[in-house]
T-cell receptor
Framework: AQKITQTQPGMFVQEKEAVTLDCTYDTSDPSYGLFWYKQPSSGEMIFLIYQGSYDQQNATEGRYSLNFQKARKSANLVISASQLGDSAMYFCAMSQYYNTDKLIFGTGTRLQVFP | KAGVTQTPRYLIKTRGQQVTLSCSPISGHRSVSWYQQTPGQGLQFLFEYFSETQRNKGNFPGRFSGRQFSNSRSEMNVSTLELGDSALYLC?????????????FGPGTRLTVT
């Protein structure tokens, strides 16, 4: 079975600073995908970034990067130059490598960006 | 391109009733997944439909069912509602191709069971 653990219920960061949101995972599958989604107060989940278990390099998408450490089974999200609009819930999720339409989510981290 | 739409957005039902929620995926998307989000259990996968067939199923009782139509629109049904079914129900669609892994979520249907 797959499991995602997010140990930070809440994080604060000042505008323009970088912040790291932690995510560890557990799976017996050698092939899997790791995702980060953002959920603003409106409720809609927004895809941020994806990392496949076979990808050698860390994924990056604009201000988002995924710090993938396979041996430690961690997939931390780094947001650079935080903006006020980044305040939201952030969910780490995983799937089987060839079955990315079934996501297992962590409990989420609430990020608050202050001026 | 229109996003994923879900109707209704809000719903109040009484215990024992049944409810049907609807999801229209992004045009061209063939896969529709459903998730339940509650404060206690978090985000949980319900099921996924692809080409009118249930391809994945989560760990929910049989009261939760779904279907997909030939135009990829999907419905989920919850029968004999319980108070614990109060939740935000999210629908997501995807291309379901080998090189596409992103799911696009709708705004959700907030169901309240009294």
């Amino acid at each position: 079975a797959q499991k995602i653990t997010q140990t930070q219920p809440g994080m604060f960061v000042q505008e323009k600073e970088a912040v790291t949101l932690d995510c560890t995972y557990d799976t017996s599958d050698p092939s899997y995908g790791l995702f980060w989604y953002k959920q603003p107060s409106s409720g809609e989940m927004i895809f941020l970034i994806y990392q496949g278990s076979y990808d050698q390099q860390n994924a990056t998408e604009g201000r988002y990067s995924l710090n993938f450490q396979k041996a430690r089974k961690s997939a931390n999200l780094v947001i650079s130059a935080s903006q006020l609009g980044d305040s939201a819930m952030y969910f780490c999720a995983m799937s089987q490598y060839y079955n990315t339409d079934k996501l297992i989510f962590g409990t989420g981290t609430r990020l608050q960006v202050f001026p | 391109k229109a996003g994923v739409t879900q109707t209704p957005r809000y719903l109040i039902k009484t215990r024992g009733q049944q409810v049907t929620l609807s999801c229209s995926p992004i045009s061209g998307h063939r896969s529709v997944s459903w998730y339940q989000q509650t404060p206690g259990q978090g985000l949980q996968f319900l099921f996924e439909y692809f080409s009118e067939t249930q391809r994945n199923k989560g760990n929910f009782p049989g009261r939760f069912s779904g279907r997909q139509f030939s135009n990829s629109r999907s419905e989920m049904n919850v029968s004999t509602l319980e108070l614990g079914d109060s939740a935000l129900y999210l629908c997501a669609s995807s291309l379901a191709s080998a090189y596409s892994y992103e799911q696009y979520f709708g705004p959700g249907t907030r169901l309240t069971v009294t």
